[in-house]
């Protein structure tokens, strides 16, 4: 037995699953992860990996970078956490509030999860209203207003995990993505709608980019209906620009949740909205907001360096040059093997979906071929490269996925869709 399944066998018995996270366990074992230094993460039994999954998000400079690392080394000198304001925290609060259209005011937070049931809280003090729309696909953490199965429009949310009592989702609606007139009709019959939230650019359904038009109509809908439009940029913000989503698409929304690459690789979070949402958060206003780590200084010093490293060097446009050789290299192979499905891809994300030849929303996802994928998977980790173990999970490219790396990553998705041909 190797060492990831001997450790697997036993936090299998301590742990639900064996894994923190549900979407991290795979068969026969998930591999334990050792070490990670640019785009590399090597196991316990010193197998090394190129990764792709890059945690989900967070390492847009890749592992353990060395600028990030000595901020943090420089703020950990200093302490790990006050329960009292800190500069870092400041400094994280400028910057978020200076690059994102929509941000007047930003509160931080610890997760993803966090941010986006506290704006939704926020959502729904500011306008007195109830119902919760996000999109069929869209996934904004594991709270429970937001944990609701898709279904129609307007119909009651049912929950889509056991423990969720329904009250907690009865307010929430399923609408399908890049389609604004459903949106528009739900909005329209329901008056107590407080809130949209959505990714700009779906990010949990493999990649799902918006239609020309689309968040145009999206804001003007919520707008002429006075529902407070929550982008969820936990992915794609700090990824799709330096002023995430919404500057690359020019569509400003009233409040903003965030998480992954603004922490550098450690856990944060962070909603941002107009200043006259954001003035009801406590302790200025009725909101009831709080959290022991939040504006945690050692995630903001990580969360700093790491959005300075972007911002520097032209990097956002070279990581997207790498990441559409390699998407256009994956298109390519697929179609010269006679592979039937589709690659979608945004700035430096990208999923392959087999099955489908476009993807345009969540259903669309779901109808892609899950045990091809699996296949893939592990053809992926038997040559070396570790993706997202689930279907509908996305690739991320790093700036540490260099061209030497970015080629080997084409040989071998080439080299599956070889073996595959039809
Ligand atoms: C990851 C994610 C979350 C949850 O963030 P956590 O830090 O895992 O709690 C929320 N929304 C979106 C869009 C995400 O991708």
Avoid: W
């Avoid at 690739?395 to 970015?406: G, K």
């Amino acid at each position: 037995m190797d060492g990831s399944a001997r450790l697997y066998s036993e936090s299998s018995r301590i742990t639900p699953g064996g894994v923190s996270s549900p979407v991290r366990k795979f068969e026969p074992n998930p591999l334990f992860i050792s070490k990670g230094e640019g785009c590399i993460v090597t196991d316990v039994d010193g197998n090394e990996y190129i990764d792709l999954c890059m945690a989900y998000g967070p390492l847009i400079t890749g592992h353990s970078h060395p600028v990030v690392m000595d901020a943090v080394r420089e703020q950990l000198s200093k302490g790990t956490v006050y329960g009292a304001p800190s500069e870092p925290e400041l400094e994280l609060l400028r910057k978020l509030t200076t690059n994102l259209p929509s941000a007047d005011m930003a509160r931080l937070s610890c997760s993803g999860t966090e941010a986006t049931m506290h704006a939704i809280r926020t959502a729904r003090g500011f306008t007195g209203r109830n119902g919760v729309v996000k999109m069929n696909g869209g996934f904004h953490g594991a709270h429970d207003a937001v944990l609701v199965k898709a279904g129609s429009g307007s119909a009651e949310g049912m929950p889509s995990s056991k423990g969720v009592p329904q009250g907690a989702t009865q307010y929430t609606r399923t609408v399908e993505y890049n389609d604004a007139q459903m949106m528009s009709d739900l909005l329209e019959k329901d008056r107590d709608i407080a809130c949209v939230i959505m990714e700009p650019a779906l990010g949990n359904v493999g990649v799902v980019p918006p239609e020309k038009g689309y968040l145009e109509e999206v804001r003007k809908i919520t707008s002429e209906n006075d529902v407070v439009l929550i982008f969820d940029e936990v992915i794609n913000g700090f990824r799709l620009s330096d002023g995430g989503a919404q500057k690359r698409y020019g569509v400003t929304p009233d409040m903003t949740t965030l998480g992954k690459v603004i922490g550098g690789g450690f856990p944060a979070g962070a909603f941002c909205g107009k200043r006259e949402i954001m003035e009801l958060v406590a302790p200025q206003g009725p909101v009831y907001v709080a959290g022991t780590f939040a504006g945690n200084p050692v995630s903001a010093a990580a969360g700093l360096a790491q959005i300075g490293l972007m911002e520097s060097d032209d990097n956002y446009r070279k990581l997207e040059d790498r990441s559409d050789r390699l998407v256009g290299a994956i298109r390519d192979s697929m179609r010269d093997n006679g592979v039937q499905g589709c690659v979608n891809s945004v700035g430096s994300m990208f999923a392959v979906y087999f099955g489908p030849t476009e993807v345009r929303n969540g259903s669309d996802a779901e109808k892609a071929d899950r045990q091809m994928f699996g296949r893939m998977f592990r053809y992926a980790l038997d040559n070396g490269v570790y993706l997202a173990p689930s279907a509908l999970e996305d690739c991320f490219v790093s700036i540490a996925h260099d061209d030497d790396a970015i080629s080997r990553l084409e040989t071998v998705f080439t080299g599956f869709m070889e073996s595959v041909r039809q």
